[in-house]
C-alpha cells in the first residue's frame, strides 16, 4: 500500500509554462515533505521541503504548496526550462528520526 | 567537499550469488541510508545507519543487510540473490540522523541475470 502517490507517471510542458507536479499521501502523521530531481545516471537531488506548520514555501523559480487536509502537495516551477526535464520524487516522514517515504516519481518533459 | 560515492557503479551477478555494495558519506555527515529503486516504485528504503548502529529499518527480508564503519562509510549486503533484486541501489548521507536533507550518491546498478 503506498503511502506517498504520484498518479502522473509523466509530464509534459512547454518552455516557459507552468510545471505543476502532484503528490498526495495517506498518513495524515507525515509532518516533513520533500521534492527531490533525479537525471538520469545519476542521484537524486534535494530541490525544497516544507514542513506541516507552513502551507507554501519558495525558492527561485521552485514553490511547494501544502495542502493537510486534503493530504495534498504540489511542485510549482515556474518559468519551466529545459533542464527542468527530469524524474521528480516527493518524499513524506512522519517523525524525526524516521526515514522517508518516497513517492514513484513523475517524468517532467520541457519542450523547447 | 566531495559528493557521496558509491561503488561500483555497474554490477552484473547471478542468481544464489551475493553482493556487497560500497558507500561513501560526504565528510562529517554520520548518518547513511540505503534504498532500492525499481521502475513505477519509487526509492523503497533499507535501512539507515548512525554511528555504526542501525538507526531504522525497511520492509526487506534479511538477505539484505549493512553496516557501518567508524569512518561513516557504509556498505550494503545482499545474499543468495534473485532475480527481482535487479535495481539501482542508492546511498544518501546526512548530517544527523534526523535526514533533514539527504544526499544522494549517483547510485549503484545490479543485474542479476
Known amino acids: 500500500d503506498q503511502q506517498v502517490k504520484q498518479n502522473s507517471p509523466s509530464l509534459s510542458v512547454q518552455e516557459g509554462r507552468i510545471s505543476i507536479l502532484n503528490c498526495d499521501y495517506t498518513?495524515?502523521?507525515?509532518?516533513?515533505f520533500l521534492w527531490y530531481k533525479k537525471y538520469p545516471a545519476e542521484g537524486p537531488t534535494f530541490l525544497i521541503s516544507?514542513?506541516?506548520?507552513?502551507d507554501k514555501n519558495e525558492d527561485g523559480r521552485f514553490t511547494v504548496f501544502l495542502n493537510k487536509s486534503a493530504k495534498h502537495l504540489s511542485l510549482h516551477i515556474v518559468p519551466s526550462q529545459p533542464g527542468d526535464s527530469a524524474v521528480y520524487f516527493c518524499?513524506?516522514?512522519?517523525?524525526?528520526?524516521?526515514?522517508?517515504?518516497f513517492g514513484p516519481g513523475t517524468r517532467l518533459s520541457v519542450l523547447p | 567537499k566531495a559528493g557521496v560515492t558509491q561503488t561500483p557503479r555497474y554490477l552484473i551477478k547471478t542468481r544464489g550469488q551475493q553482493v556487497t555494495l560500497s558507500c561513501s558519506p560526504i565528510?562529517?555527515?554520520?548518518?547513511v541510508s540505503w534504498y532500492q529503486q525499481t521502475p513505477g516504485q519509487g526509492l523503497q528504503f533499507l535501512f539507515e545507519?548512525?554511528?555504526?548502529?542501525?538507526?531504522n529499518k525497511g520492509n526487506f527480508p534479511g538477505r539484505f543487510s549493512g553496516r557501518q564503519f567508524s569512518n561513516s562509510r557504509s556498505e550494503m549486503n545482499v545474499s543468495t540473490l534473485e532475480l527481482g533484486d535487479s535495481a539501482l541501489y542508492l546511498c544518501?548521507?546526512?548530517?544527523?540522523?534526523?535526514?533533514?536533507?539527504?544526499?544522494f550518491g549517483p547510485g549503484t546498478r545490479l543485474l542479476v541475470l
Open positions: 498518513n495524515s502523521m507525515f509532518d516533513y
Open positions: 565528510s562529517g555527515h554520520r548518518s
Open positions: 544518501a548521507s546526512s548530517s544527523t540522523t534526523g535526514l533533514e536533507t539527504q544526499y
Open positions: 545507519y548512525f554511528s555504526e548502529t542501525q538507526r
Open positions: 518524499a513524506a516522514r512522519y517523525n524525526y528520526g524516521q526515514n522517508f517515504v
Open positions: 516544507i514542513s506541516s506548520i507552513k
